[in-house]
């Protein structure tokens, strides 16, 4: 089983449209986790971090589900400007304190 | 603008050349890291450095060659590579995390870069 993995998609959506990803994760006891964002051609960014709580910022909610787990991000009221590789990250899933990335997820949120 | 910058943005180099790829962080981070991001692939960690010392080299072949001089500075000395080096290079920084861990990692743009 991959450290972390993630559905690659595409996922082709319409604009407004609810779209969620999920993230799962080997290592249970990892210690953080992220979503980043990646366009075309650009370096990675951070959109949020994942707290046991879940949290939420604006159109974009992240949870985690420990005893499952998994993160997952949604996304509400889908944009153009949305579109984008989502990548899932998790500190420590290799039994180290090393960020490892998923593979990400590719979004298409199409007119 | 993240604090993290990367030169050149772009290079082009043959197999017999020598070059080095360049990262300068201006976060006040203790650690570094390279990564390599070849087309349609995940993102490959490659080595982290953790106060300038080396805390993981990821199993990458000798003709990548990092040299970290300090906290904010980074560098990736290339020789002899092969086509299949080709990919986007990018360079990262974090803040000290919980637990001894690495917080949040901040990228650079990276370094696009093609071996003919």
């Known amino acids: 089983r991959k450290e972390v993995e993630q559905d690659p998609g595409p996922f082709n959506v319409p604009e407004g449209a609810t779209v969620a990803f999920n993230c799962t994760y080997s290592n249970s006891a990892s210690q953080s986790f992220f979503w980043y964002r990646q366009d075309c051609r650009k370096e990675p960014k951070l959109l949020m971090s994942?707290?046991?709580s879940g949290n939420e910022d604006g159109r974009f909610t992240a949870q985690l589900n420990r005893a499952s787990q998994y993160i997952s991000l949604l996304i509400r009221d889908s944009k153009l400007s949305d579109s984008a590789t989502y990548l899932c990250v998790v500190n420590g899933a290799g039994g180290s304190y090393i960020p490892t990335f998923g593979r990400g997820t590719s979004l298409i949120v199409h007119p | 603008e993240t604090g993290v910058t990367q030169t050149p943005r772009h290079l082009v180099m043959g197999m017999t050349n020598k070059k080095s790829l360049k990262c300068e962080q201006h976060l006040g981070h203790n650690a570094m890291y390279w990564y390599k991001q070849s087309a349609k692939k995940p993102l490959e960690l490659m080595f982290v450095y953790n106060f300038k010392e080396q805390t993981e080299n990821n199993s990458v072949p000798s003709r990548f060659s990092p040299e970290c001089p300090n906290s904010s500075h980074l560098f990736l000395h290339l020789h002899t590579l092969q086509p299949e080096d080709s990919a986007l290079y990018l360079c990262?920084?974090?803040?000290?995390?919980?637990?001894?861990?690495?917080?949040?990692?901040?990228f650079g743009p990276g370094t696009r870069l093609t071996v003919l």
């Open positions: 994942v707290y046991s």
């Open positions: 990262a920084s974090s803040p000290p995390g919980g637990a001894g861990g690495h917080d949040t990692q901040y």
